[in-house]
Nanobody, 114 residues
Framework: VQLQASGGGLVRTGRSLRLSCAASGSIFGLTTMGWYRQAPGNERTLVANINSVGGTNYAASVKGRFTISRDNANNTVYLQMNNLKPEDTALYYC?????????WGQGTLVTVSS
């Protein structure tokens, strides 16, 4: 299984970005997909995740601003990020859990300027 993330960039405070992460390979059964982020000098922390039936979970810091969704037919997860703040600046990593095994994508950099 491989994950390919895209959509990062440099934006001003208050603007929006949409991250995408496409999974390829042998993926069967129930899965959870989501995003973590890691700012310089900080630990990697959960941003949001979504399971196969659409159940979602968000970090308190992004609730109400970020929306996670997925396209099960194409094994793709999206993260719509609105009203971005400088503290959202980080490397964003997508991940996939299937059969208790976690696969990580490469990070995509999001930079929010004030």
């Amino acid at each position: 299984v491989q994950l390919q993330a895209s959509g990062g960039g440099l934006v001003r405070t208050g603007r929006s970005l949409r991250l995408s992460c496409a999974a390829s390979g042998s993926i069967f059964g129930l899965t959870t997909m989501g995003w973590y982020r890691q700012a310089p000098g900080n630990e990697r922390t959960l941003v949001a995740n979504i399971n196969s039936v659409g159940g979602t979970n968000y970090a308190a810091s992004v609730k109400g601003r970020f929306t996670i969704s997925r396209d099960n037919a194409n094994n793709t997860v999206y993260l719509q990020m609105n009203n971005l703040k400088p503290e959202d600046t980080a490397l964003y990593y997508c991940y996939l859990i299937v059969h208790l095994r976690t696969t990580w994508g490469q990070g995509t950099l999001v930079t929010v300027s004030s």
